[in-house]
């Protein structure tokens, strides 16, 4: 079993900055790309960042430059730093991995979301 459990979401308000961390725990061999979502009410989920083994990264355009996604590979966890948050910001945010196993090969996991609420 391969679990990714997020944390870090919360009120805060315009202008704000939060942190989001998101950690890899059980049989784990090697975890490729890593990457956070989020989708807000009505709304279809949306990427937000992605990170690859080497750290190499990619934005939607909506956060570019607000938002930065890092890796911490011996702690097998993925962050999401958030700066200048503004209300269009609030949506449930969920963090996914491509894992590799060694008897059963690459599985893509995702975590259970934590909820991300940016008051005006």
């Known amino acids: 079993q391969v679990q990714l459990v997020e944390s870090g979401g919360g009120l805060v308000q315009a202008g704000g900055s939060l942190r989001l961390s998101c950690a890899a725990s059980?049989?784990?061999?090697?975890?490729?790309?890593m990457a956070w979502y989020r989708q807000s009410a009505g709304k279809q989920r949306e990427l937000v960042a992605t990170?690859?083994?080497?750290?190499?990264?990619n934005y939607a355009d909506s956060v570019k430059g607000r938002f930065t996604i890092s890796r911490d590979n011996a702690k097998k966890t993925v962050y999401l730093q958030m700066n200048s948050l503004k209300p269009e910001d609030t949506a449930v945010y969920s963090c996914?991995?491509?894992?590799?196993?060694?008897?059963?090969?690459?599985?893509?996991?995702w975590g259970q979301g934590t909820q991300v609420t940016v008051s005006s």
């Open positions: 996914n991995a491509d894992v590799f196993r060694i008897n059963t090969g690459y599985v893509n996991v």
């Open positions: 059980g049989n784990i061999f090697r975890i490729n790309s």
């Open positions: 990170i690859t083994n080497a750290g190499s990264t």
